[in-house]
């Protein structure tokens, strides 16, 4: 299974779902908003939602600041 994150392939040898994907990548406790094929999917179904094949997911750090 191929999944593109913020423009790099990644192989998977399983279908996975978002919370795996962002423990995979390491953003685990961090402030992120996560968008797959151009949608932004809440926090609250990350644990639900089974990443398909040839998926585009945008992982965006959120920036604090003033």
């Known amino acids: 299974m191929q999944i ?3 423009g790099e392939q990644f192989d998977f040898p399983n279908p996975l779902n978002i919370e795996e994907l962002i423990d995979y990548l390491g953003f685990q406790n961090q402030r992120i908003a996560l968008e797959v094929n151009e949608t932004i ?3 609250s179904n990350h644990g639900s939602y089974i990443l ?3 998926d585009k997911v945008e ?3 959120a920036v604090g600041g003033g």
């Open 4 to 6: 593109i994150v913020n």
């Open 52 to 54: 398909s094949n040839n």
């Open 41 to 43: 999917i809440p926090k």
């Open 59 to 61: 992982v965006i750090n």
